[in-house]
């Protein structure tokens, strides 16, 4: 939970017109907690709030996911209420971003989850039929290839359809994973505050070479535990780095994998469209399909690089994280 942002902190409260609880046209208490939401954003609100943007709450919605999932595994019920209210708090402040800029309001989003969830479980809402948690896997991967399939006008979409094996492979790993990464950068930013850190990135920077080093020699002896430990090391250290040059490193790490998902999906096209698979090709074919997936990626990258400028701003800094 962000400092100063709990249900009772300074920024949510103030006198005048501030909703109130136990509202009986509202019993579950969300249009109150929507409407605290607009007025943090809105003029005189609150100032961190407000200088928010999508990108610079990304780094947020992985912590309080991981946040929540700690309060799950804890079983603290009342725990778990207060983390399901900071994860709410992410959904309702982007929601409330969209809506100042005209995109879509908390309500689109409420509205298109009821319209899928009605969707994708024909079982309880249609005439088919699903007697097992099995069955209705199959019958929601059917029906979310189908959406693929029909999401020509979608780019984002129907591109998830190729490749798919990339995501569901390690059907028990969860897609995210490394939590890790987010607990290194909580511990180094608290390490930060103690004083516990370089004064600047290049003393970070020396220390990575060095610990490369050490990997490499642990690497050399083949003990897998050394490795292990040195390999962490270079992990931690990375993260670190990341933060003194202003990079989130969970996000860093999803986006490179987001990258090499989307060129795998284009060299998977480029192969079917000579009839063949990925693993019928030789290295040096899968070589030049890559360099070709890069190629076209850069393109597109370039051609929407000034409209891409000119719509996100900076990440605001200095969040308020405990």
Same mark, same amino acid.
């Given at each position: 939970?962000?400092?100063?942002?709990?249900?009772?902190?300074?920024?949510?409260?103030?006198?005048?017109?501030?909703?109130?609880?136990?509202?009986?046209?509202?019993?579950?208490?969300?249009?109150?907690?929507?409407?605290?939401?607009?007025?943090?954003?809105?003029?005189?609100?609150?100032?961190?709030?407000?200088?928010?943007?999508?990108?610079?709450?990304?780094?947020?919605?992985?912590?309080?996911?991981?946040? +929540?999932?700690?309060?799950?595994?804890? =079983?603290?019920?009342?725990? @778990?209420?207060? %983390? *399901?209210?900071? #994860?709410?708090?992410? &959904?309702?402040?982007?929601?409330?971003?969209?809506?100042?800029?005209?995109?879509?309001?908390?309500?689109?989003?409420?509205?298109?989850?009821?319209?899928?969830?009605?969707?994708?479980?024909?079982?309880?809402?249609?005439?088919?039929?699903?007697?097992?948690?099995?069955?209705?896997?199959?019958?929601?991967?059917?029906?979310?290839?189908?959406?693929?399939?029909?999401?020509?006008?979608?780019?984002?979409?129907?591109?998830?359809?190729?490749?798919?094996?990339?995501?569901?492979?390690?059907?028990?790993?969860?897609?995210?994973?490394?939590?890790?990464?987010?607990?290194?950068?909580?511990?180094?930013?608290?390490?930060?505050?103690?004083? +516990?850190?370089?004064?600047?990135?290049? =003393?970070?920077?020396?220390? @990575?070479?060095? %610990? *490369?080093?050490? #990997?490499?020699?642990? &690497?050399?002896?083949?003990?897998?535990?050394?490795?292990?430990?040195?390999?962490?090391?270079?992990?931690?250290?990375?993260?670190?780095?990341?933060?003194?040059?202003?990079?989130?490193?969970?996000?860093?790490?999803?986006?490179?994998?987001?990258?090499?998902?989307?060129?795998?999906?284009?060299?998977?096209?480029?192969?079917?469209?000579?009839?063949?698979?990925?693993?019928?090709?030789?290295?040096?074919?899968?070589?030049?399909?890559?360099?070709?997936?890069?190629?076209?990626?850069?393109?597109?990258?370039?051609?929407?690089?000034?409209?891409?400028?000119?719509?996100?701003?900076?990440?605001?800094?200095?969040?308020?994280?405990?």
């Amino acid at each position: 939970m962000r400092e100063g942002q709990g249900r009772e902190g300074p920024g949510a409260a103030g006198t005048g017109g501030t909703p109130a609880a136990g509202d009986a046209n509202d019993p579950y208490g969300f249009a109150r907690v929507v409407e605290l939401v607009r007025r943090l954003r809105a003029p005189g609100g609150c100032p961190w709030d407000r200088a928010q943007t999508h990108r610079s709450l990304r780094r947020f919605a992985l912590e309080e996911a991981y946040e +929540l999932v700690e309060a799950i595994d804890a =079983g603290d019920a009342r725990h @778990l209420a207060d %983390e *399901l209210g900071d #994860l709410l708090l992410q &959904v309702l402040l982007h929601a409330q971003i969209a809506a100042e800029a005209g995109a879509f309001t908390i309500a689109d989003v409420c509205h298109a989850l009821a319209d899928k969830l009605i969707r994708r479980h024909p079982h309880v809402f249609g005439d088919a039929e699903a007697r097992s948690p099995a069955e209705v896997q199959r019958l929601w991967t059917a029906i979310k290839q189908a959406e693929a399939a029909q999401a020509e006008a979608g780019p984002a979409e129907a591109a998830a359809a190729p490749g798919r094996d990339l995501e569901d492979a390690s059907p028990d790993v969860a897609r995210g994973a490394p939590a890790a990464l987010v607990e290194a950068y909580r511990v180094q930013e608290r390490a930060a505050r103690s004083g +516990l850190d370089w004064p600047d990135a290049r =003393g970070v920077r020396a220390k @990575l070479d060095e %610990e *490369l080093a050490e #990997l490499d020699a642990a &690497v050399a002896t083949g003990d897998s535990r050394r490795i292990e430990e040195e390999l962490g090391d270079v992990l931690f250290l990375l993260v670190n780095a990341g933060r003194h040059w202003g990079v989130y490193a969970e996000t860093a790490l999803l986006g490179a994998v987001r990258k090499f998902r989307r060129r795998v999906r284009c060299m998977e096209e480029h192969a079917r469209r000579q009839g063949r698979t990925l693993a019928e090709l030789s290295p040096a074919e899968l070589d030049r399909l890559w360099e070709a997936a890069k190629a076209q990626e850069r393109g597109r990258i370039q051609a929407s690089s000034a409209e891409h400028t000119s719509g996100i701003r900076p990440d605001a800094r200095g969040g308020k994280r405990g």
